[in-house]
């Protein structure tokens, strides 16, 4: 076991034998002073360091050497680091009380026993708590020997709240552990709040109840027929529950007409252990029970408003119709056999008849976000007689809108970062909040500040949450820090967010789709664009990453698309580009064994990964068609990148490339060009692969040979484009001859202008 060190000495400056004191740690038989404090006159700082040697044994030390300093000679006390706490579990809980259970460490390690020693208890409910061995809640006396049984209570906790716990072993000089284990423990749910039976007939029984004051992350309820064993042995007992903690009812079918039932709820927490309430009881009533329908599933579709059902109906007998009916209320009043409903009616409880047909599925269209929706089926036959009820619920809800803004900057120290960002106002497909300065909770709950030190495939450290009110946020940096990227997210309290831009202290961004692979990097001098101020929209301007899947072309091995959206709107600004190609795009290719990965959707023949050099490049779409961009590959991290100025749809797909600078024909965009400022074929870009980074050059003639202009850089790296102009103005109607020059290869063509 490595051994850590904490010593104190007292050395003298030479000068002037003015005292000070060094602190660092040992390990062997050198130490280097990590830190240590100034003399009077500020003649002793940090930065110039020195280092001290101890003779094996007691730590007595022969020498210290270091510019202007001496050191009397003697022995230094050594106390060794205690271990850290390896794992904490819960023992007990109740709505209000944790009881937790660990190992004790030892002096050094788990070797030694403590004796007068302290332990340091710090518990938060926020996952994003910082924590360390000087910041605690509750300190208290302990000798423990390693290995020893520990357990305390935690009380005055909320129920139904999951708390974060770290406890620190420290020596009697309050030399403390380093770090220790996590637990991660949810306190009991409170109990359901005056259960009732809310509907009762010869099959079944519904259970309803009030919301416990905290919550709960489900419910469950249990009927027997023997009390759970208590009155005889046997029975069978039936269970249900419920999917999540809004639903206030239960049904449990498949009972037994005119037998007593004793029923109990419980409460669950996130972790599923249950708190039971105390038993009910009732009897079902006398009847015939007809089938209802089975397999009942819904489907939300939150962008279009709607919910899919479908259900399967019984075959025996087989029912007139099924009657599907809409609430916002968990618990259904149902239809009293003999009552006739039709689609549209509203009834007594405040349901809406969907629909009566015998149809075996429903889609409903024109719902609201963020509103829990219920629906309750009940099977018609004949005289208008009813079976149980079936239900479903679903909930609505779109993250909301990543914010947009977003900027870092250094303070002139360069000691501290501070983000600033606009509001989130609207759900990602730009519909605002019902109230845009007070957004309920399932539209818009906090704000996670988040920051990565890697670009390829970053691995994100939450470093705060903040209020929806919050537009900044600082943090201290060190000139020996990495170079973080950070991110803000707006999140729900469903949880819900919509992956967000990333910015870095110098102001470039970065755009990451959802394998946080393929990556779209935007430098500082670009990055400016994004906001209202600076691009045409006149929004601010959010680029988010999709990956395309099965909506993408055949013959690709990945595909992602790059969409900017205006803020708040959500609107898609097709063809959004920036000022110039500084942009670097990059995507990620996947392989297996010895060959790339086509894609799921769209195989192709196989090609080897040392080939992906000469048989793998990226294609851009411009709006009518997908075009050959090349690219670099780099065979190392399985990107294929390209600098350009133009955000959408990029694929790798299979192509055949030479060694050196090519062109051919299928790199011109437009052999025939209207330069009439329309927007519309205005523009001839020649695109070609430039493997080398070559230099290249592109001009136009007439066909006289006469030089007409030379062709300007296009929207990605390696391109050259033409607008059909000479000296600012347009040419004449007519035939063109282009010439590109690379690597002392030149290529030729024509092209038409059309006035």
């Known amino acids: 076991m490595k051994r850590a060190a904490l010593f104190f000495l ?181 109990l359901p709040v005056n ?86 009881t009732t009897t079902t009533r006398s009847g015939t029970c007809l089938p209802g329908v089975s397999d009942l599933s819904a489907a939300g579709n939150a962008r279009s408003r709607a919910i899919s059902l479908t259900w399967l109906n019984p075959s025996g007998p087989s029912p007139e119709g099924i009657v599907v009916m809409l609430s916002t209320s968990a618990a259904s009043a149902g239809i009293a056999d003999g009552t006739e409903v039709s689609p549209g009616q509203i009834l ?22 963020d509103t829990t929706f219920f629906y309750h089926l009940m099977a018609k036959y004949t005289g208008a007689l009813y079976s149980v009820g079936v239900s479903t619920e679903v909930f609505l809800d779109l993250p909301p809108m990543a914010p947009a803004g977003l900027t870092a900057a250094l303070n002139p120290a360069r000691t501290a970062v501070t983000l600033s960002w606009k509001p989130v106002t609207t759900n990602t497909d730009g519909s605002g909040f019902r109230a845009a ?40 940096v060190n000139p020996g820090d990495p170079a973080y990227i950070y991110r803000v997210s707006a999140i729900d309290s469903l949880g819900a967010e919509e992956s967000a831009m990333g910015v870095d202290t110098a102001q470039g961004m970065y755009v990451f789709s959802p394998d946080q692979v393929a990556r779209l990097e935007i430098p500082s001098d670009l990055s400016g664009e994004l906001l209202a101020a600076n691009n045409p929209s006149g929004s601010d301007v959010l680029i988010r990453a999709v990956d395309e899947g099965s909506d993408a072309p055949k013959n690709i091995f990945s595909s992602v698309r790059f969409e900017a959206v205006k803020n708040h709107t959500g609107e898609v600004l097709d063809g959004f580009k920036f000022s110039r190609p500084g942009l670097s795009v990059a995507v990620r290719y996947e392989v297996s064994g010895n060959n790339i990965t086509p894609s799921a ?24 068609k997908y075009v050959k961009l090349y690219g670099k590959v780099d065979t190392v991290n399985q990107l294929v990148s390209v600098k350009t100025a133009m955000t959408g749809n990029y694929q790798i797909r299979g192509i055949y490339r030479d060694l050196g600078v090519h062109f051919d024909i299928s790199g011109l965009t ?63 109607g007519g035939a063109y001859v282009y010439q590109i020059r690379a690597e002392e290869k030149t290529f030729n063509g024509t092209l038409l202008v059309i006035r």
Not at 124 to 153: I, N, R, Y
Not at 206 to 218: D, F, M, V, Y
Not at 685 to 713: E, H, Q, T, W, Y
């Open 195 to 280: 259960p009732y039976f809310s509907a009762v007939s010869a099959c079944k029984a519904t259970i309803s109840w009030l919301l416990p004051s905290g919550g709960a992350a489900g419910y469950s309820s249990d009927a027997s027929t023997t009390s759970f064993g208590i009155l005889s042995p046997g029975g069978s007992i039936k269970t249900a529950s419920t999917p999540n903690g809004l639903q206030v009812s239960l049904t449990i079918s498949g009972l037994s007409p005119l037998t007593s039932y004793f029923f109990r709820v419980a409460s669950l927490n996130w972790q599923g252990e249950k708190n039971f309430t105390t038993l009910i």
């Open 601 to 624: 959707f769209s195989p192709q023949g196989q090609i080897s990964a040392g080939d992906a050099a000469q048989r793998l490049g990226l294609y851009w779409n411009n709006g009518e």
């Open 437 to 476: 300065g007070s957004p309920m909770a399932a539209e818009l709950s906090h704000y996670r500040i988040e920051k990565s030190s890697s670009v390829g495939a970053p691995s994100w450290i939450t470093v705060s949450t903040l209020p929806i009110n919050a537009q900044t946020y600082t943090e201290a």
């Open 670 to 732: 437009n052999r025939a060009i209207t330069p009439n400022g329309d927007g519309l074929n205005d523009t001839a870009v020649f695109i070609f692969d430039n493997p080398r980074d070559s230099a290249f050059s592109g001009k136009i003639f007439d066909l006289s040979g006469a030089f007409v202009a030379a062709m300007a850089p296009g929207p990605t790296d390696n391109t050259l484009q033409w607008d059909g102009k000479a000296n600012g103005r347009p040419v004449s």
């Open 10 to 190: 007292a050395f003298s400056l030479a000068a002037n034998w003015q005292r000070a004191e060094a602190v660092g740690e040992m390990s062997g038989g050198s130490m280097n002073v990590a830190r240590w404090a100034g003399n009077s006159q500020g003649q002793v700082s940090s930065g110039g360091g020195f280092s001290l040697n101890t003779s094996i044994g007691e730590a007595a030390f022969s020498s210290v050497s270091a510019a202007g300093f001496s050191v009397n000679p003697g022995y230094i006390k050594l106390a060794a680091q205690p271990g850290s706490v390896v794992s904490i579990t819960a023992v007990s809980k109740s709505t209000g009380t944790l009881e937790l259970a660990w190992a004790a460490p030892g002096a050094d390690g788990f070797l030694g026993s403590v004796g007068n020693g302290v332990y340091r208890l710090d518990y938060s409910s926020d996952q994003a708590h910082a924590f360390g061995p000087t910041v605690f809640k509750t300190e208290f006396s302990t000798s423990v020997v390693p290995g020893q049984a520990q357990q305390l209570a935690i009380e005055g906790l909320q129920p139904n709240t999951t708390y974060y716990t770290r406890i620190y072993l420290g020596d009697a000089e309050k030399v403390m552990a380093a770090n220790s284990a996590l637990s991660a423990e949810s306190t009991i749910s409170d």
């Open 348 to 369: 007594a409880d405040g349901s809406v008849v969907k629909s009566t047909q015998a149809a075996a599925s429903l889609n409903d269209s024109g719902l609201t976000l």
